[in-house]
């Protein structure tokens, strides 16, 4: 039976409906962030969808050091907070260093693991003891069943508000390669699983100084990830994706949205059944 993780009055969880986690890969500027927060929050309203809203401060695992990684944490929390309270959104980022976590558990309703990072067990211990629920993204480098050793370090702190989230395996130089059996592999610990539909189809390194990515194979992924049971998805969008500051490549257009959301409701209902 698996664990219900709730933030606000969301639940995720076997037997609740699919939730969304989505917005930019990073905070460019409040307009941007509100304009794309404002437009998800409606969508997932007129769909009757719970959404989660997700944007990044500080991407510290850029690929070039001249790459953009956004406001930093006092400017991004602040933007994230006004978005949180003005629309009344319950809102998810990550966290990448120790001394962070404190001031994003002020502002965060979920905070996030990055890939890279989810074997630091200091630093998870860190996040843990906060008592916020954790969506732990799983490293590309990890075999699903890997997972286990990650969750016994979360729950020796007693907390066990988690999601774990699906992105990807490496296969190669540069690409990914989605596994669906890790869905169930990852859900027979207990805790939801999300899936990243946008991340998955990234190209790590791809373009030289950045990643590169194949968005037309996100909606695919993400219709057999509901099809396959994840608990929720999780994706990149903007308005405009080949003008993004960070995973352009990967990151769905804001206008191809509700004919993929209907369809991912409609899939998740089907299966319900």
Known sequence: MSNIVNTGNIAIGQGQPLVLIAGPCVIEDY??????????????????????????????????INSFRGPGI????????????????????????IAEIAAAAQVLDIIQIPAFLCRQTDFIIEVA?????????????????????ILEKVTSTGNSQILITERGTMFGYNNLVADFRSIKIMQDTGWPVIFDA??????????????GGQREFSP?????????????????????????????PNSLKLDTLYDLFSRLKAIGKAIAE
Request: glycine fraction near 8%; charge should be positive.
């Open 31 to 64: 307009e941007t962030t509100f304009t794309i927060a404002s437009y998800l929050k409606e969508l997932t309203r007129k769909l009757d969808i719970p959404f989660i809203f997700k944007a990044s401060y500080d991407k510290a695992n850029r690929t070039s």
């Open 74 to 97: 006092k400017d991004g929390l602040e933007i994230l907070k006004r978005i949180k309270v003005e629309l009344d959104l319950p809102i998810i980022s990550d966290v990448h260093r």
């Open 129 to 149: 003891r906060t008592g916020k629920p954790l969506n732990i993204k799983k490293g590309q480098f990890l075999a699903p069943w890997d997972i286990t050793n």
């Open 198 to 211: 946008t991340h998955s189809i990234q190209l790590p390194g791809g373009a030289g100084t950045s990643s």
């Open 220 to 248: 695919i992924l993400a219709r057999a990830a509901v099809a396959a049971g994840a608990d929720g998805l999780f994706l990149e969008v903007h308005p405009t994706p080949d003008k993004a500051l960070c995973d352009g």
